[in-house]
């Protein structure tokens, strides 16, 4: 019996590693609706297991809003062209997201340009 676990676990260990697929749901995020928000950079976090962009904006009356908006993770940034560098705290951009179903001042990005209209990246669009 021992030898069995023995053989069973050492065959285990033989079997080549597969890649994990994303886990994260997309249920919090209304991919029916696209806003484009323009606003101010307020931080940039390069960070595991998603990268965030806090946007400070400005609504008709001149309040502002904090955006708390979700990408993906550096790993899958870094091959679409991002760097930790990309975005520094003051920087105006334009961002197109899907919003949070919520209502909250919040979404995921799928696409971002510098003020000037440079893209960002490559479109981070998801396509599947």
Excluded at 16 to 34: C, E, G, I, L, Y
Excluded at 84 to 94: E, F, N, Q, R
Aim: proline share 6%; net charge positive; aromatic share 6%.
């Amino acid at each position: 019996m021992r030898l069995s676990l023995a053989c069973a676990a050492a065959l285990a260990l033989c079997l080549p590693a597969v890649p994990a697929q994303a886990h994260h749901s997309m249920a919090m995020f209304d991919q029916t609706k696209t806003l484009v928000l323009s606003g101010t950079v307020k931080q940039f976090q390069w960070t595991n297991p998603h990268c965030y962009i806090q946007l400070t904006v400005k609504d008709a009356g001149g309040a502002e809003k904090e955006w708390s908006l979700e990408m993906g993770a550096p790993m899958y940034l870094y091959a679409k062209g991002w760097r930790p560098s990309s975005l520094k705290a003051g920087t105006p951009i334009k961002v197109t997201i899907n919003p949070l179903r919520n209502g909250e001042p919040g979404g995921i990005v799928l696409t971002a340009s510098t003020a000037d209209g440079r893209q960002i990246g490559k479109s981070l669009a998801r396509t599947s």
